[in-house]
Nanobody
C-alpha cells in the first residue's frame, strides 16, 4: 500500500520561503519518478515540478527559478523548496508517484496560503 503524506504548508507572507516535505512509504521510493502538483481555488490541478529516479528535474515556467524539487532516497522523502512566494502560489499542494506513464498515487495535500 503506497502512502504519500505531505506537510509543511501554512500561511506565509509574499516573498517568503516555505519547504514542503512528502514522506513516502509502501514501495521502493528510489524506483519511481515523483511530482508536485497544485490546485488553486476554482482551478484545475497542475504539475509544478517533477523529478526522475536519477534526479533530473523539470519545473513549470510559473515557478522556474523560485521553486526546487528534490528527493532524498535515504529518507524516502520528496521536497519542494519554495522561495520568493507570490499570492498566486496560494493552492493546495500534492505530491504524487509515477508508475509508468502516469501518476497513480497521490497524497492528500497540504495547503499553502501566501498573503500580500
Amino acid at each position: 500500500q503506497v502512502q504519500l503524506v505531505e506537510s509543511g504548508g501554512g500561511l506565509v507572507q509574499a516573498g517568503g520561503p516555505l519547504r514542503l516535505p512528502c514522506a513516502a512509504s509502501g514501495r521502493t521510493f528510489s524506483s519511481f519518478a515523483m511530482g508536485w502538483f497544485r490546485q488553486a481555488p476554482g482551478k484545475e490541478r497542475k504539475l509544478v515540478a517533477a523529478i526522475t529516479t536519477t534526479g533530473f528535474s523539470t519545473h513549470a515556467d510559473s515557478v522556474k527559478g523560485r521553486f526546487t524539487i528534490s528527493r532524498d532516497s535515504a529518507k524516502n522523502t520528496l521536497y519542494l523548496q519554495m522561495n520568493s512566494l507570490k499570492p498566486e502560489d496560494t493552492a493546495v499542494y500534492y505530491c504524487a508517484q509515477k508508475t509508468t506513464t502516469q501518476y497513480d498515487y497521490w497524497g492528500r495535500g497540504t495547503r499553502v496560503t501566501v498573503s500580500s
